[in-house]
């Protein structure tokens, strides 16, 4: 038997430790790819319960579009797009044949899946801002934008090695690379700040706001759908950001080493910045409304993980347990701030959500700075500029981009559909469906719907006998 067995082990001993190593962390990327792609379904779930019966069906279409479409586009033209803009803005010379070299370079396609992934979850965000309101067609040209002009610009800007990494213009200008790991910023402020825009140039939902501009309640018709898609997305938040953990294996001559270290740094920052979220919401929302309320701190949790997502390597423990729970206290009074002081109809609350929450997180990992060693240190003043100047940067783009986008899509399409059109429901003006056809007649807050066989009232759509509040 060993006699048979020492072959094996020969050829075992002989593998090339860089091969068994870049073979490991790709099949590592692809599983931590497909749980990014989970996210899709949490985002689905989590928008679906924000609004109300009649337009259910419309958020699950744009979600699904946002992948469908959204990858072919980001294939086609988006991951190009990104290597040229990173060309652009830094020392290296422009070479278009090889930003888009990717596209028939089987070894490429792994890394361009990865970035994809990521590009969807920018462009998902957006839908949540503008539901209930918004011409599909229209939003299908944003969502086409996002991923083939908008978001890449930022990744050129950063991870592609452009303006504001080490080697980018500004980067050399201050004397460092911007930090954001998985994307605090360069992911999630993106949408949320493009949500932020959409949802103001859109308009308001009818009923929002009253004769005197106070804004009014237009409650979602399932909690449980919203607090599950929640869970889901923090599932597969382990995969956005342990997954950017992309090195499991580092190969030397000497053998393959286990990156336990920095994977468990990964891992624990994400928990604890995820909890503390959670916590900080709950706590603002008892003393905001008098109850803990489920959904706020929902959305405290998301606000927690978009917070410590671009600092998860780089900050202490402490300091992701303070990030996130900043970030999760400010979600309540910054989407108060937005509904009543911005006057935007922001209906998923993506900017308190990701917007914000990913601009303080990311611009405050210099202050929670982390050792090899697993101690504190302060990541210096010129990091802080940099980490500062970054946020308006990528700030500043997005404004100017999706204000543009949406200019386009207006004219071309026309943002808004009738306000017959919005009364009845977008299921079934813009998609001829029903997701609740049993219980929905119509669909409307002011026309209450009944049920099937005209008997008592039965109501899915955010009437006055259930729905989340914003309040």
């Known amino acids: 038997m060993s006699a048979l067995l020492a072959p094996a082990a020969d050829a075992l001993l002989q593998l090339d430790p860089g091969a068994v190593a870049d073979g490991v962390n790709n099949v590592w990327i692809l599983v931590?790819?497909?749980?990014?792609?989970?996210?899709?379904?949490?985002?689905?779930?989590?928008?679906?319960?924000?609004?109300?019966?009649?337009?259910?069906?419309?958020?699950?279409?744009?979600?699904?579009t946002d992948w469908v479409l959204g990858v072919l586009v980001f294939f086609a033209l988006g991951s190009g797009v990104s290597s040229l803009v990173g060309q652009l803005t830094s020392g290296s010379a422009l070479d278009i044949g090889a930003a888009f070299g990717y596209i028939n370079d089987p070894t490429a396609y792994i890394g361009w899946f990865f970035g994809a992934v990521f590009a969807m979850t920018a462009a998902t965000i957006v839908s949540g801002a503008v539901a209930e309101r918004m011409n599909f067609s229209a939003y299908v040209f944003v969502a086409a934008a996002m991923t083939a002009v908008i978001y890449p610009v930022v990744t050129g800007m950063t991870w592609a090695g452009g303006l504001l990494s080490a080697s980018g213009f500004l980067g050399e200008a201050?004397?460092?690379?911007?930090?954001?790991f998985a994307g605090a910023t360069v992911v999630h402020?993106?949408?949320?700040?493009?949500?932020?825009?959409?949802?103001?140039?859109?308009?308001?939902?009818?009923?929002?706001?009253?004769?005197?501009?106070?804004?009014?309640?237009?409650?979602?018709?399932?909690?449980?759908?919203?607090?599950?898609?929640?869970?889901?997305?923090?599932?597969?938040?382990?995969?956005?950001?342990?997954?950017?953990?992309?090195?499991?294996?580092?190969?030397?001559?000497?053998?393959?080493?286990?990156?336990?270290?920095?994977?468990?740094?990964?891992?624990?920052?994400?928990?604890?910045?995820?909890?503390?979220?959670?916590?900080?919401?709950?706590?603002?929302?008892?003393?905001?409304?008098?109850k803990p309320d489920p959904l706020w701190a929902a959305n405290g949790l998301l606000a927690g993980l978009v917070a410590v997502t671009g600092a998860v390597p780089h900050v202490t423990w402490w300091g992701g347990v303070i990030l996130g729970g900043l970030a999760g206290a400010l979600v309540l009074p910054t989407y108060r701030w937005v509904v009543d002081s911005l006057k935007v109809d922001d209906?998923?609350?993506?900017?308190?959500?990701?917007?914000?929450?990913?601009?303080?997180?990311?611009?405050?990992?210099?202050?929670?700075?982390?050792?090899?060693?697993?101690?504190?240190?302060?990541?210096?003043?010129?990091?802080?500029?940099?980490?500062?100047?970054?946020?308006?940067?990528?700030?500043?783009?997005?404004?100017?981009?999706?204000?543009?986008?949406?200019?386009?899509?207006?004219?071309?399409?026309?943002?808004?559909?009738?306000?017959?059109?919005?009364?009845?429901?977008?299921?079934?003006?813009?998609?001829?469906?029903?997701?609740?056809?049993?219980?929905?007649?119509?669909?409307?807050?002011?026309?209450?719907?009944?049920?099937?066989?005209?008997?008592?009232?039965?109501?899915?759509?955010?009437?006055?006998?259930?729905?989340?509040?914003?309040?």
Not at 34 to 40: P, S, V, W, Y
Not at 174 to 180: A, N, Q, S
Not at 189 to 218: C, E, F, H, T, W
């Open 32 to 64: 931590v790819c497909f749980l990014i792609f989970f996210m899709q379904p949490g985002f689905a779930l989590l928008e679906s319960g924000q609004v109300r019966a009649k337009n259910v069906g419309n958020v699950l279409m744009k979600n699904m």
């Open 174 to 180: 201050i004397g460092v690379g911007y930090l954001d």
């Open 189 to 290: 402020m993106v949408g949320g700040v493009a949500g932020l825009v959409g949802a103001k140039m859109v308009g308001a939902r009818a009923g929002r706001y009253d004769s005197s501009g106070n804004s009014q309640p237009i409650p979602g018709h399932s909690m449980l759908l919203a607090v599950l898609g929640t869970m889901f997305l923090a599932f597969g938040w382990y995969g956005f950001n342990v997954g950017t953990q992309a090195t499991v294996l580092s190969a030397s001559d000497s053998g393959v080493t286990f990156m336990g270290g920095a994977l468990g740094q990964v891992v624990l920052n994400t928990t604890l910045g995820m909890g503390a979220g959670g916590v900080a919401a709950m706590v603002v929302s008892s003393t905001w409304q008098g």
């Open 347 to 471: 209906v998923c609350g993506v900017f308190a959500v990701h917007g914000s929450a990913g601009a303080i997180g990311t611009a405050l990992i210099p202050v929670f700075g982390v050792t090899s060693s697993g101690g504190y240190t302060f990541l210096g003043v010129d990091q802080l500029i940099m980490q500062v100047a970054g946020v308006l940067v990528i700030g500043a783009w997005t404004v100017a981009a999706t204000a543009v986008t949406f200019k386009v899509a207006d004219a071309l399409f026309g943002l808004r559909v009738s306000e017959e059109e919005e009364e009845a429901g977008l299921d079934e003006s813009e998609h001829g469906v029903s997701v609740y056809p049993e219980f929905t007649a119509g669909g409307s807050r002011d026309s209450p719907a009944v049920s099937a066989d005209g008997g008592s009232e039965v109501r899915t759509d955010g009437g006055a006998q259930g729905g989340v509040s914003d309040e």
